[in-house]
C-alpha cells in the first residue's frame, strides 16, 4: 500500500537500527508521548532493534487513558438523562466509571451511539430534533479541530439540539508537568498528528527551558526508528532543538485554519487528568458565546467525587515511572475483556498494547 | 458472571471471548452433553449405524444487502460452510423468517430469489421453513435462521476436533482475509470509501469435499466472526501447541488493507464468509495448496504459518523486520451485526 509500504521497508529499518547503534554512547530515556507511538513501537517491535543504551517510556497521549473518572461519571449521568442520545468515538464506551460504564448503560437502555466522526452526531442530531445529543469531545489538537469545526457547523445551520461535553487536553501544559515533577526524560518523541495542527513552537519552552530535545514522528516503523535516531544524535552531540522527522506531514507553523478553530471555539481551562491530577490551562473548555452548544452549562447532573480504583496504578503509568508488567492487576484482574484502569480500554492504551503485543 | 446485575451486551455475540464465557458459563452449564461439549461447528449425531452433521445459525446482518450478497445468500453459506468445515456433504437446510411488520415483500422475494440460487448452487435442498411476522419496531426488518444436516463418512467425522496437530504442520488459507467484515461496514457507516471491497461470502462444500477427497486433512474451520485470529487461538487452546504467523505471507486486499489501517482494525480480527483454514503436514499442505488453486474459490489459497512447539497457547505473528508480537481473539465488539 502506498505511503504505507515504503515506511515499513525491512533493509531501511535495519539500516537505521545500526545507525543508531554506532552513534548511541549515553544511557539514555526517551517519551513517546502519543499513544499512536506506543502502539507502533509494541506491533513493530522496535524494541528488539534499540541499542542497551536507549530505554523508551510511554507518555499520557491516549486521549481515552487520560479521561479522568470524573469526566466518564458525569457522561454516564447524561446518558440517563431521558431524550439524551450520547454519541462517542468507540474506545470510550468500554472505559468504566465509578459504578459502570457506557457499555453497560446502553444494554440497561441508555442509547448510546458509536461514531466515527464528530460530523455524524451533527447528522444524528438533524434526524432526531425531538432528542439531545451529547457528543463526548475527547481527545488533543489533533481532534478538538473537529469538534470546533462540527460546533461551528452547528450554529451555521441552527442545530439546537447539539451539545459538546468537552474533555479535549492540549499536550504542552502536561508534558511540562512531568518534566516539573521530576520523571527523567532527556528527550520526547512527539505527537506527530497533534503538531500538524499546532506547529512546532508549542514545544520551544522545552528546549529553550528544559533542555531537552524534541523530534516530532510519524506512527510507522522506518518514522519512529528515524526519530529516535535524530533524537538520539542531539543528545549525543549536546545541541537540543525541535525537529520534524514527519516532514511529509507536519510544518513548523502547523494548520492555521485549524488553530483559529480551535481559538474561535474553546478557551484553555484548568483540567483533570486520569492518575495525574488538576494540570492548569490543560484542558479545552468551550467559550461562553457558545454556551449553548455546551452540555455542562445546559443541563447540570450531580456527579459525586470519584476515586480511582484500587491496586490500579494508570497513574504511574501515564507518568512513564512504571511500566504495566508492574501492575499487580495487569494480566489478571485487569484484561481488555475486563478492564479495571482506562490503560487497558483504548487500543493505544500502553496496558491494552502491552497485553496484545508482547510476546 | 454470577453478578445478579450482569446484562447482555453487544460483545456477548461478537464470536470472542465474551461470547465464549456466556456460552459456558450459562448455556453448556445448562445443556450439558457429551455432543455439545466438543463445541464444534456442527455436532456429529449416530443414526443407525451412519453418522450425520447437523448444525444452526441465525442471521441478523444490517443492511440487508452488502456489496458481494444479501442475507439470504449468506444464511445458506454460513449453515453450509459450518456442515463442509465438519467433513460433512451439506444435504437439507430448513429457513425461518422473522420479518417486521412493514417490510417490502418485493426485498423479501429478492432475499429468497439468492437464497434458492445459492442453495441450487450449493447443492442444497430447502426442506422445511418457518414464518414469523412481528410488530414494527420490534425487530430490524429481517432476520433469518438457518438449520442444516450433512451426511459425514467416518473418516472425516474427528476433523473439528484437531486430534492430531503436530509442530511443523502448516496453516492454509484460502484466499484473502477480511473482506466480508469491511464490506458490510463500508456499506453500513458513512466512511464512503471508494472502494470496490466485496464480500467474499461463497459456499465452499465443493472446494473442501474435493480437497478432502484428495488429501489428508487434520483441521478445518471457517473464520466468521472473530476473523482468523480467534480460529488459530481456538487451535492453541484445544492442542496447547503454538502457532507461528508469516505476516508478509497473509493475503489480504489493498482496499480491506487500507481501511483497516485507517480505522485501527487488524484484518485478522475481520470475518469472513467464504473463507476455510486448513491444517496439514507440510507435504500434504503443498498438494491441497495445488487442490484449491485450480478453483475459483481457492486462487490465492496460501501458507499463513505453522505449528509450534514454542509459546503453547499463544498465535504469535512476525513481521518483516523480525519482530515478534501475539494475536489474541477478540475481547468486546469490533463490528456488530456482520452476519
Known sequence: ?359 | MNNQEAKIMLGHGSGGKMMHSLIEDIFIKHFSNSILKEQTDSAILKVGSSEIAFTTDSFVIDPLFFPGGNIGKLAVCGTVNDLAVSGAEPLYLSVSFIIEEGFPISELEIIVESLAGEAKKAGVLIVTGDTKVVNKGKCDKLFINTAGIGRIKKEDASISKALDIKPGDVIIVNGTIGDHGMAVMNARESFNFKTNVESDCASLNHLIREVLDKSQVKFMRDPTRGGVATVLNELVGKTKLGIEIEESSLPINPGVKAMCELLGFDPLHIANEGKVLIVATEKEGHEILEILKKNELGKRSTIIGRVVSDHPGKVVLRNETGGRRIIDSLSGDQLPRIC
Not at chain 1, 118 to 133: C, D, G, M, R, T
Not at chain 1, 153 to 182: C, D, R, W, Y
Open chain 1, 1 to 359: 500500500m502506498k505511503y504505507v509500504d515504503e515506511y515499513r521497508k525491512k533493509d531501511l529499518i535495519i539500516s537505521v537500527s545500526d545507525k543508531l547503534k554506532a552513534v548511541s554512547k549515553k544511557e539514555i530515556v526517551l517519551m513517546e508521548v502519543c499513544g499512536g507511538h506506543t502502539m507502533a513501537i509494541q506491533r513493530f517491535g522496535l524494541h528488539s532493534l534499540l541499542p542497551a543504551t536507549i530505554r523508551l517510556i510511554s507518555g499520557p497521549g491516549c486521549p481515552v487513558c487520560v479521561s479522568s473518572q470524573h469526566f466518564i461519571d458525569m457522561a454516564m449521568a447524561y446518558s440517563k438523562i431521558p431524550g439524551v442520545i450520547i454519541t462517542t468515538y468507540g474506545d470510550l464506551i468500554r472505559v468504566p466509571g465509578s459504578t459502570t460504564s457506557l457499555e453497560k448503560e446502553r444494554a440497561n437502555g441508555s442509547d448510546v451511539r458509536i461514531v466515527y466522526s464528530v460530523l455524524e452526531s451533527l447528522e444524528i442530531a438533524k434526524n432526531n430534533p425531538e432528542k439531545k445529543i451529547v457528543f463526548l469531545g475527547i481527545g488533543f489538537e489533533t481532534t478538538a479541530p473537529l469538534t470546533a469545526a462540527a460546533i461551528l457547523q452547528a450554529k451555521k445551520e441552527n442545530i439546537t439540539n447539539f451539545f459538546v461535553l468537552s474533555a479535549h487536553k492540549v499536550m504542552p501544559p502536561v508534558m511540562k508537568a512531568l518534566v516539573e515533577e521530576g520523571v527523567k526524560i532527556d528527550g520526547f518523541i512527539a505527537p506527530g498528528h497533534v503538531t500538524a495542527i499546532t506547529g512546532t513552537a508549542i514545544y520551544n519552552e522545552l528546549v529553550e527551558v528544559c533542555g531537552l530535545g524534541v523530534v516530532v514522528s510519524g506512527f510507522e516503523p522506518v518514522d519512529m526508528m528515524q526519530a529516535i535516531l535524530m533524537l538520539t544524535e542531539q543528545i549525543e552531540s549536546g545541541t537540543p532543538k525541535v525537529e520534524i522527522q514527519y516532514q511529509r506531514v507536519v510544518h513548523f507553523e502547523g494548520n492555521k485554519i485549524a488553530q483559529q478553530m480551535l481559538e474561535d471555539v474553546f478557551e484553555l481551562r484548568d483540567d483533570r487528568w486520569r492518575g495525574l491530577g488538576v494540570i492548569q490551562k490543560s484542558g479545552l473548555g468551550i467559550r461562553e458565546e457558545l454556551s449553548s452548544f455546551d452540555a455542562e452549562k445546559q443541563f447540570s447532573v450531580e456527579v459525586p467525587e470519584s476515586t480511582e480504583p484500587k491496586g490500579c496504578i494508570c497513574g504511574q503509568i501515564l507518568r512513564g515511572l512504571k511500566t504495566p508488567v508492574d501492575c499487580g492487576l495487569f494480566g489478571k484482574k485487569c484484561t481488555p475483556t475486563d478492564p479495571v484502569g482506562a490503560c487497558m480500554v483504548s487500543g493505544e492504551g500502553t496496558c491494552a498494547t502491552y497485553f496484545k503485543y508482547r510476546v
